[in-house]
Every structure is written in structure tokens, then in C-alpha cells.
């Protein structure tokens, strides 16, 4: 048995998925938040969080593993929300690329923009980079049925993954995915959103603000 320590800001950010994944499995863990950033980051693998921390149960041998993408997929591999089917779940990893390209197109523009140019970059992003998205993702979903997974049946981090990227982007730029504009994504939002362990997690004190 292991236990965890998600080290992240004390906000949604890159850890939301990592956070998504672990109260899908319904594993416990703690947030860990830097106390004095300038201090710790040299302490980190990359220089940078998110981190896991796993401790040994046994042993308490503690092990730091960073970046967010591997962290998730060591997480959904460990307990079981990857698709059974090793291609489903290369596929799955395709997905799961493709909402880090859009998240980090996202980031860019609001975050790394000067002021003068953001609405017209904003424009862009809705215009050219939202619909082939929306696009492949929907075309990916109708192949499955429409009913909010990507391949086969069962929740698997992917799903998770594009939940949080929904959330983000609406927050970012208002109605950027909605049930009108992409009910093929929406549908994905809703079945994760009614997972009895995540509507509890949206609920409850744990999920952060911001
Ligand atoms: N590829 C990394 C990127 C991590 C990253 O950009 N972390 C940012 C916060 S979201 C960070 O640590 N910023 C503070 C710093 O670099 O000092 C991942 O996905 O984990």
C-alpha cells in the first residue's frame, strides 16, 4: 500500500486531473502546498510541480515522481482506468495528447499574450483552433455511440481528463464548450460530472476554487 501527497498550487491547474483520477478510484490523499516556492523547487525532479509524492506504507520509502501526464497515467494504470484493450488505450493517450494541445494553446493566449493583442488571439482560438477539435473529438464519440467515452464502456482517465479540460476552457473563454456547441463533448462533461464518486468530490471541501 502506498500512500499520496499531491503537490501542486493551491489551485486546480495542472494537479485537477491527478486529483480527478485518484477520487475516481476512490484513494485517499493529501494536497501538499509549497510553503516557500523559491526554496523547494530545486528539490523537485524538473523543477517544477505537479508532483506525487508516494510513501511505502511498509517501507516509507518516499518516492517523487513529476509531471502531470505521467503522473496520471501511472495512477489510471494502477487502478484500472485505462481501457482494457491496449490499442483503446494508446488511443485513449491520443486524446488525452490532443486536450494538452488545446489546454496549452489555451494558456497561451490568455496567460502569455500581451493585453493589446488578447481579444483578436481569443478570436483565433475560437474561430481556428476550437472547431477541428470539437470536430475529431466529436467524430472519435459518435464512433463509440455518443454516450461520453471514447472507446469501450468504462470510465478511464481520458474522459476524466476531458472534463477538466471543459472546465478550464469554459473558465477561460465563457461557452467555449457547451451542450449546443459540442453535445457530443458535453455528454462526456455530464457522465463524468454524474460519476457517483466525482459528484461527491464536486460537492465536498476538497475540490478548490480556482
Ligand atoms: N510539463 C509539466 C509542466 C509543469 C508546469 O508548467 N508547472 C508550473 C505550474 S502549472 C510550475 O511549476 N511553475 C512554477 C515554476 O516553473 O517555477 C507538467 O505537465 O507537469
Known amino acids: 500500500m502506498a500512500s499520496y501527497q499531491v503537490y501542486y498550487f493551491p489551485a486546480k491547474g495542472r494537479a485537477e486531473t491527478i486529483r480527478l483520477v485518484l477520487e475516481a478510484a476512490g484513494v485517499p490523499y493529501e494536497n501538499k502546498y509549497p510553503a516557500d516556492w523559491a526554496a523547494e523547487k530545486s528539490s523537485l525532479p524538473f523543477g517544477q510541480l505537479p508532483a506525487l509524492v508516494i510513501t511505502d506504507d511498509k517501507t516509507k520509502q518516499t518516492t517523487t515522481l513529476a509531471q502531470s501526464a505521467a503522473i496520471v497515467r501511472y495512477l489510471a494504470h494502477k487502478y484500472n482506468l ?62 463509440n455511440g455518443n454516450k461520453g467515452i471514447y472507446f469501450g464502456n468504462k470510465i478511464t482517465y481520458v474522459e476524466l481528463a476531458v472534463f477538466n479540460a471543459i472546465e478550464s476552457l469554459n473558465k477561460l473563454v465563457p461557452d467555449a ?34
Open 82 to 143: 485505462v481501457a482494457a484493450d491496449p490499442l483503446d488505450a494508446a488511443l485513449g493517450d491520443s486524446v488525452f495528447e490532443s486536450i494538452s494541445d488545446v489546454t496549452n494553446a489555451i494558456i497561451k493566449v490568455v496567460f502569455r499574450t500581451p493585453d493589446a493583442e488578447k481579444p483578436a488571439a481569443i478570436e483565433q482560438f475560437k474561430n481556428e483552433t476550437l472547431p477541428p477539435f470539437v470536430k475529431a473529438h466529436t467524430a472519435l464519440l459518435e464512433k
Open 177 to 210: 464548450i457547451t451542450p449546443t456547441t459540442a453535445p457530443a463533448l458535453w455528454k462526456v462533461h455530464e457522465f463524468v460530472a454524474n460519476h457517483d464518486k466525482i459528484k461527491a468530490y464536486l460537492a465536498s471541501p476538497r475540490l478548490h476554487s480556482r
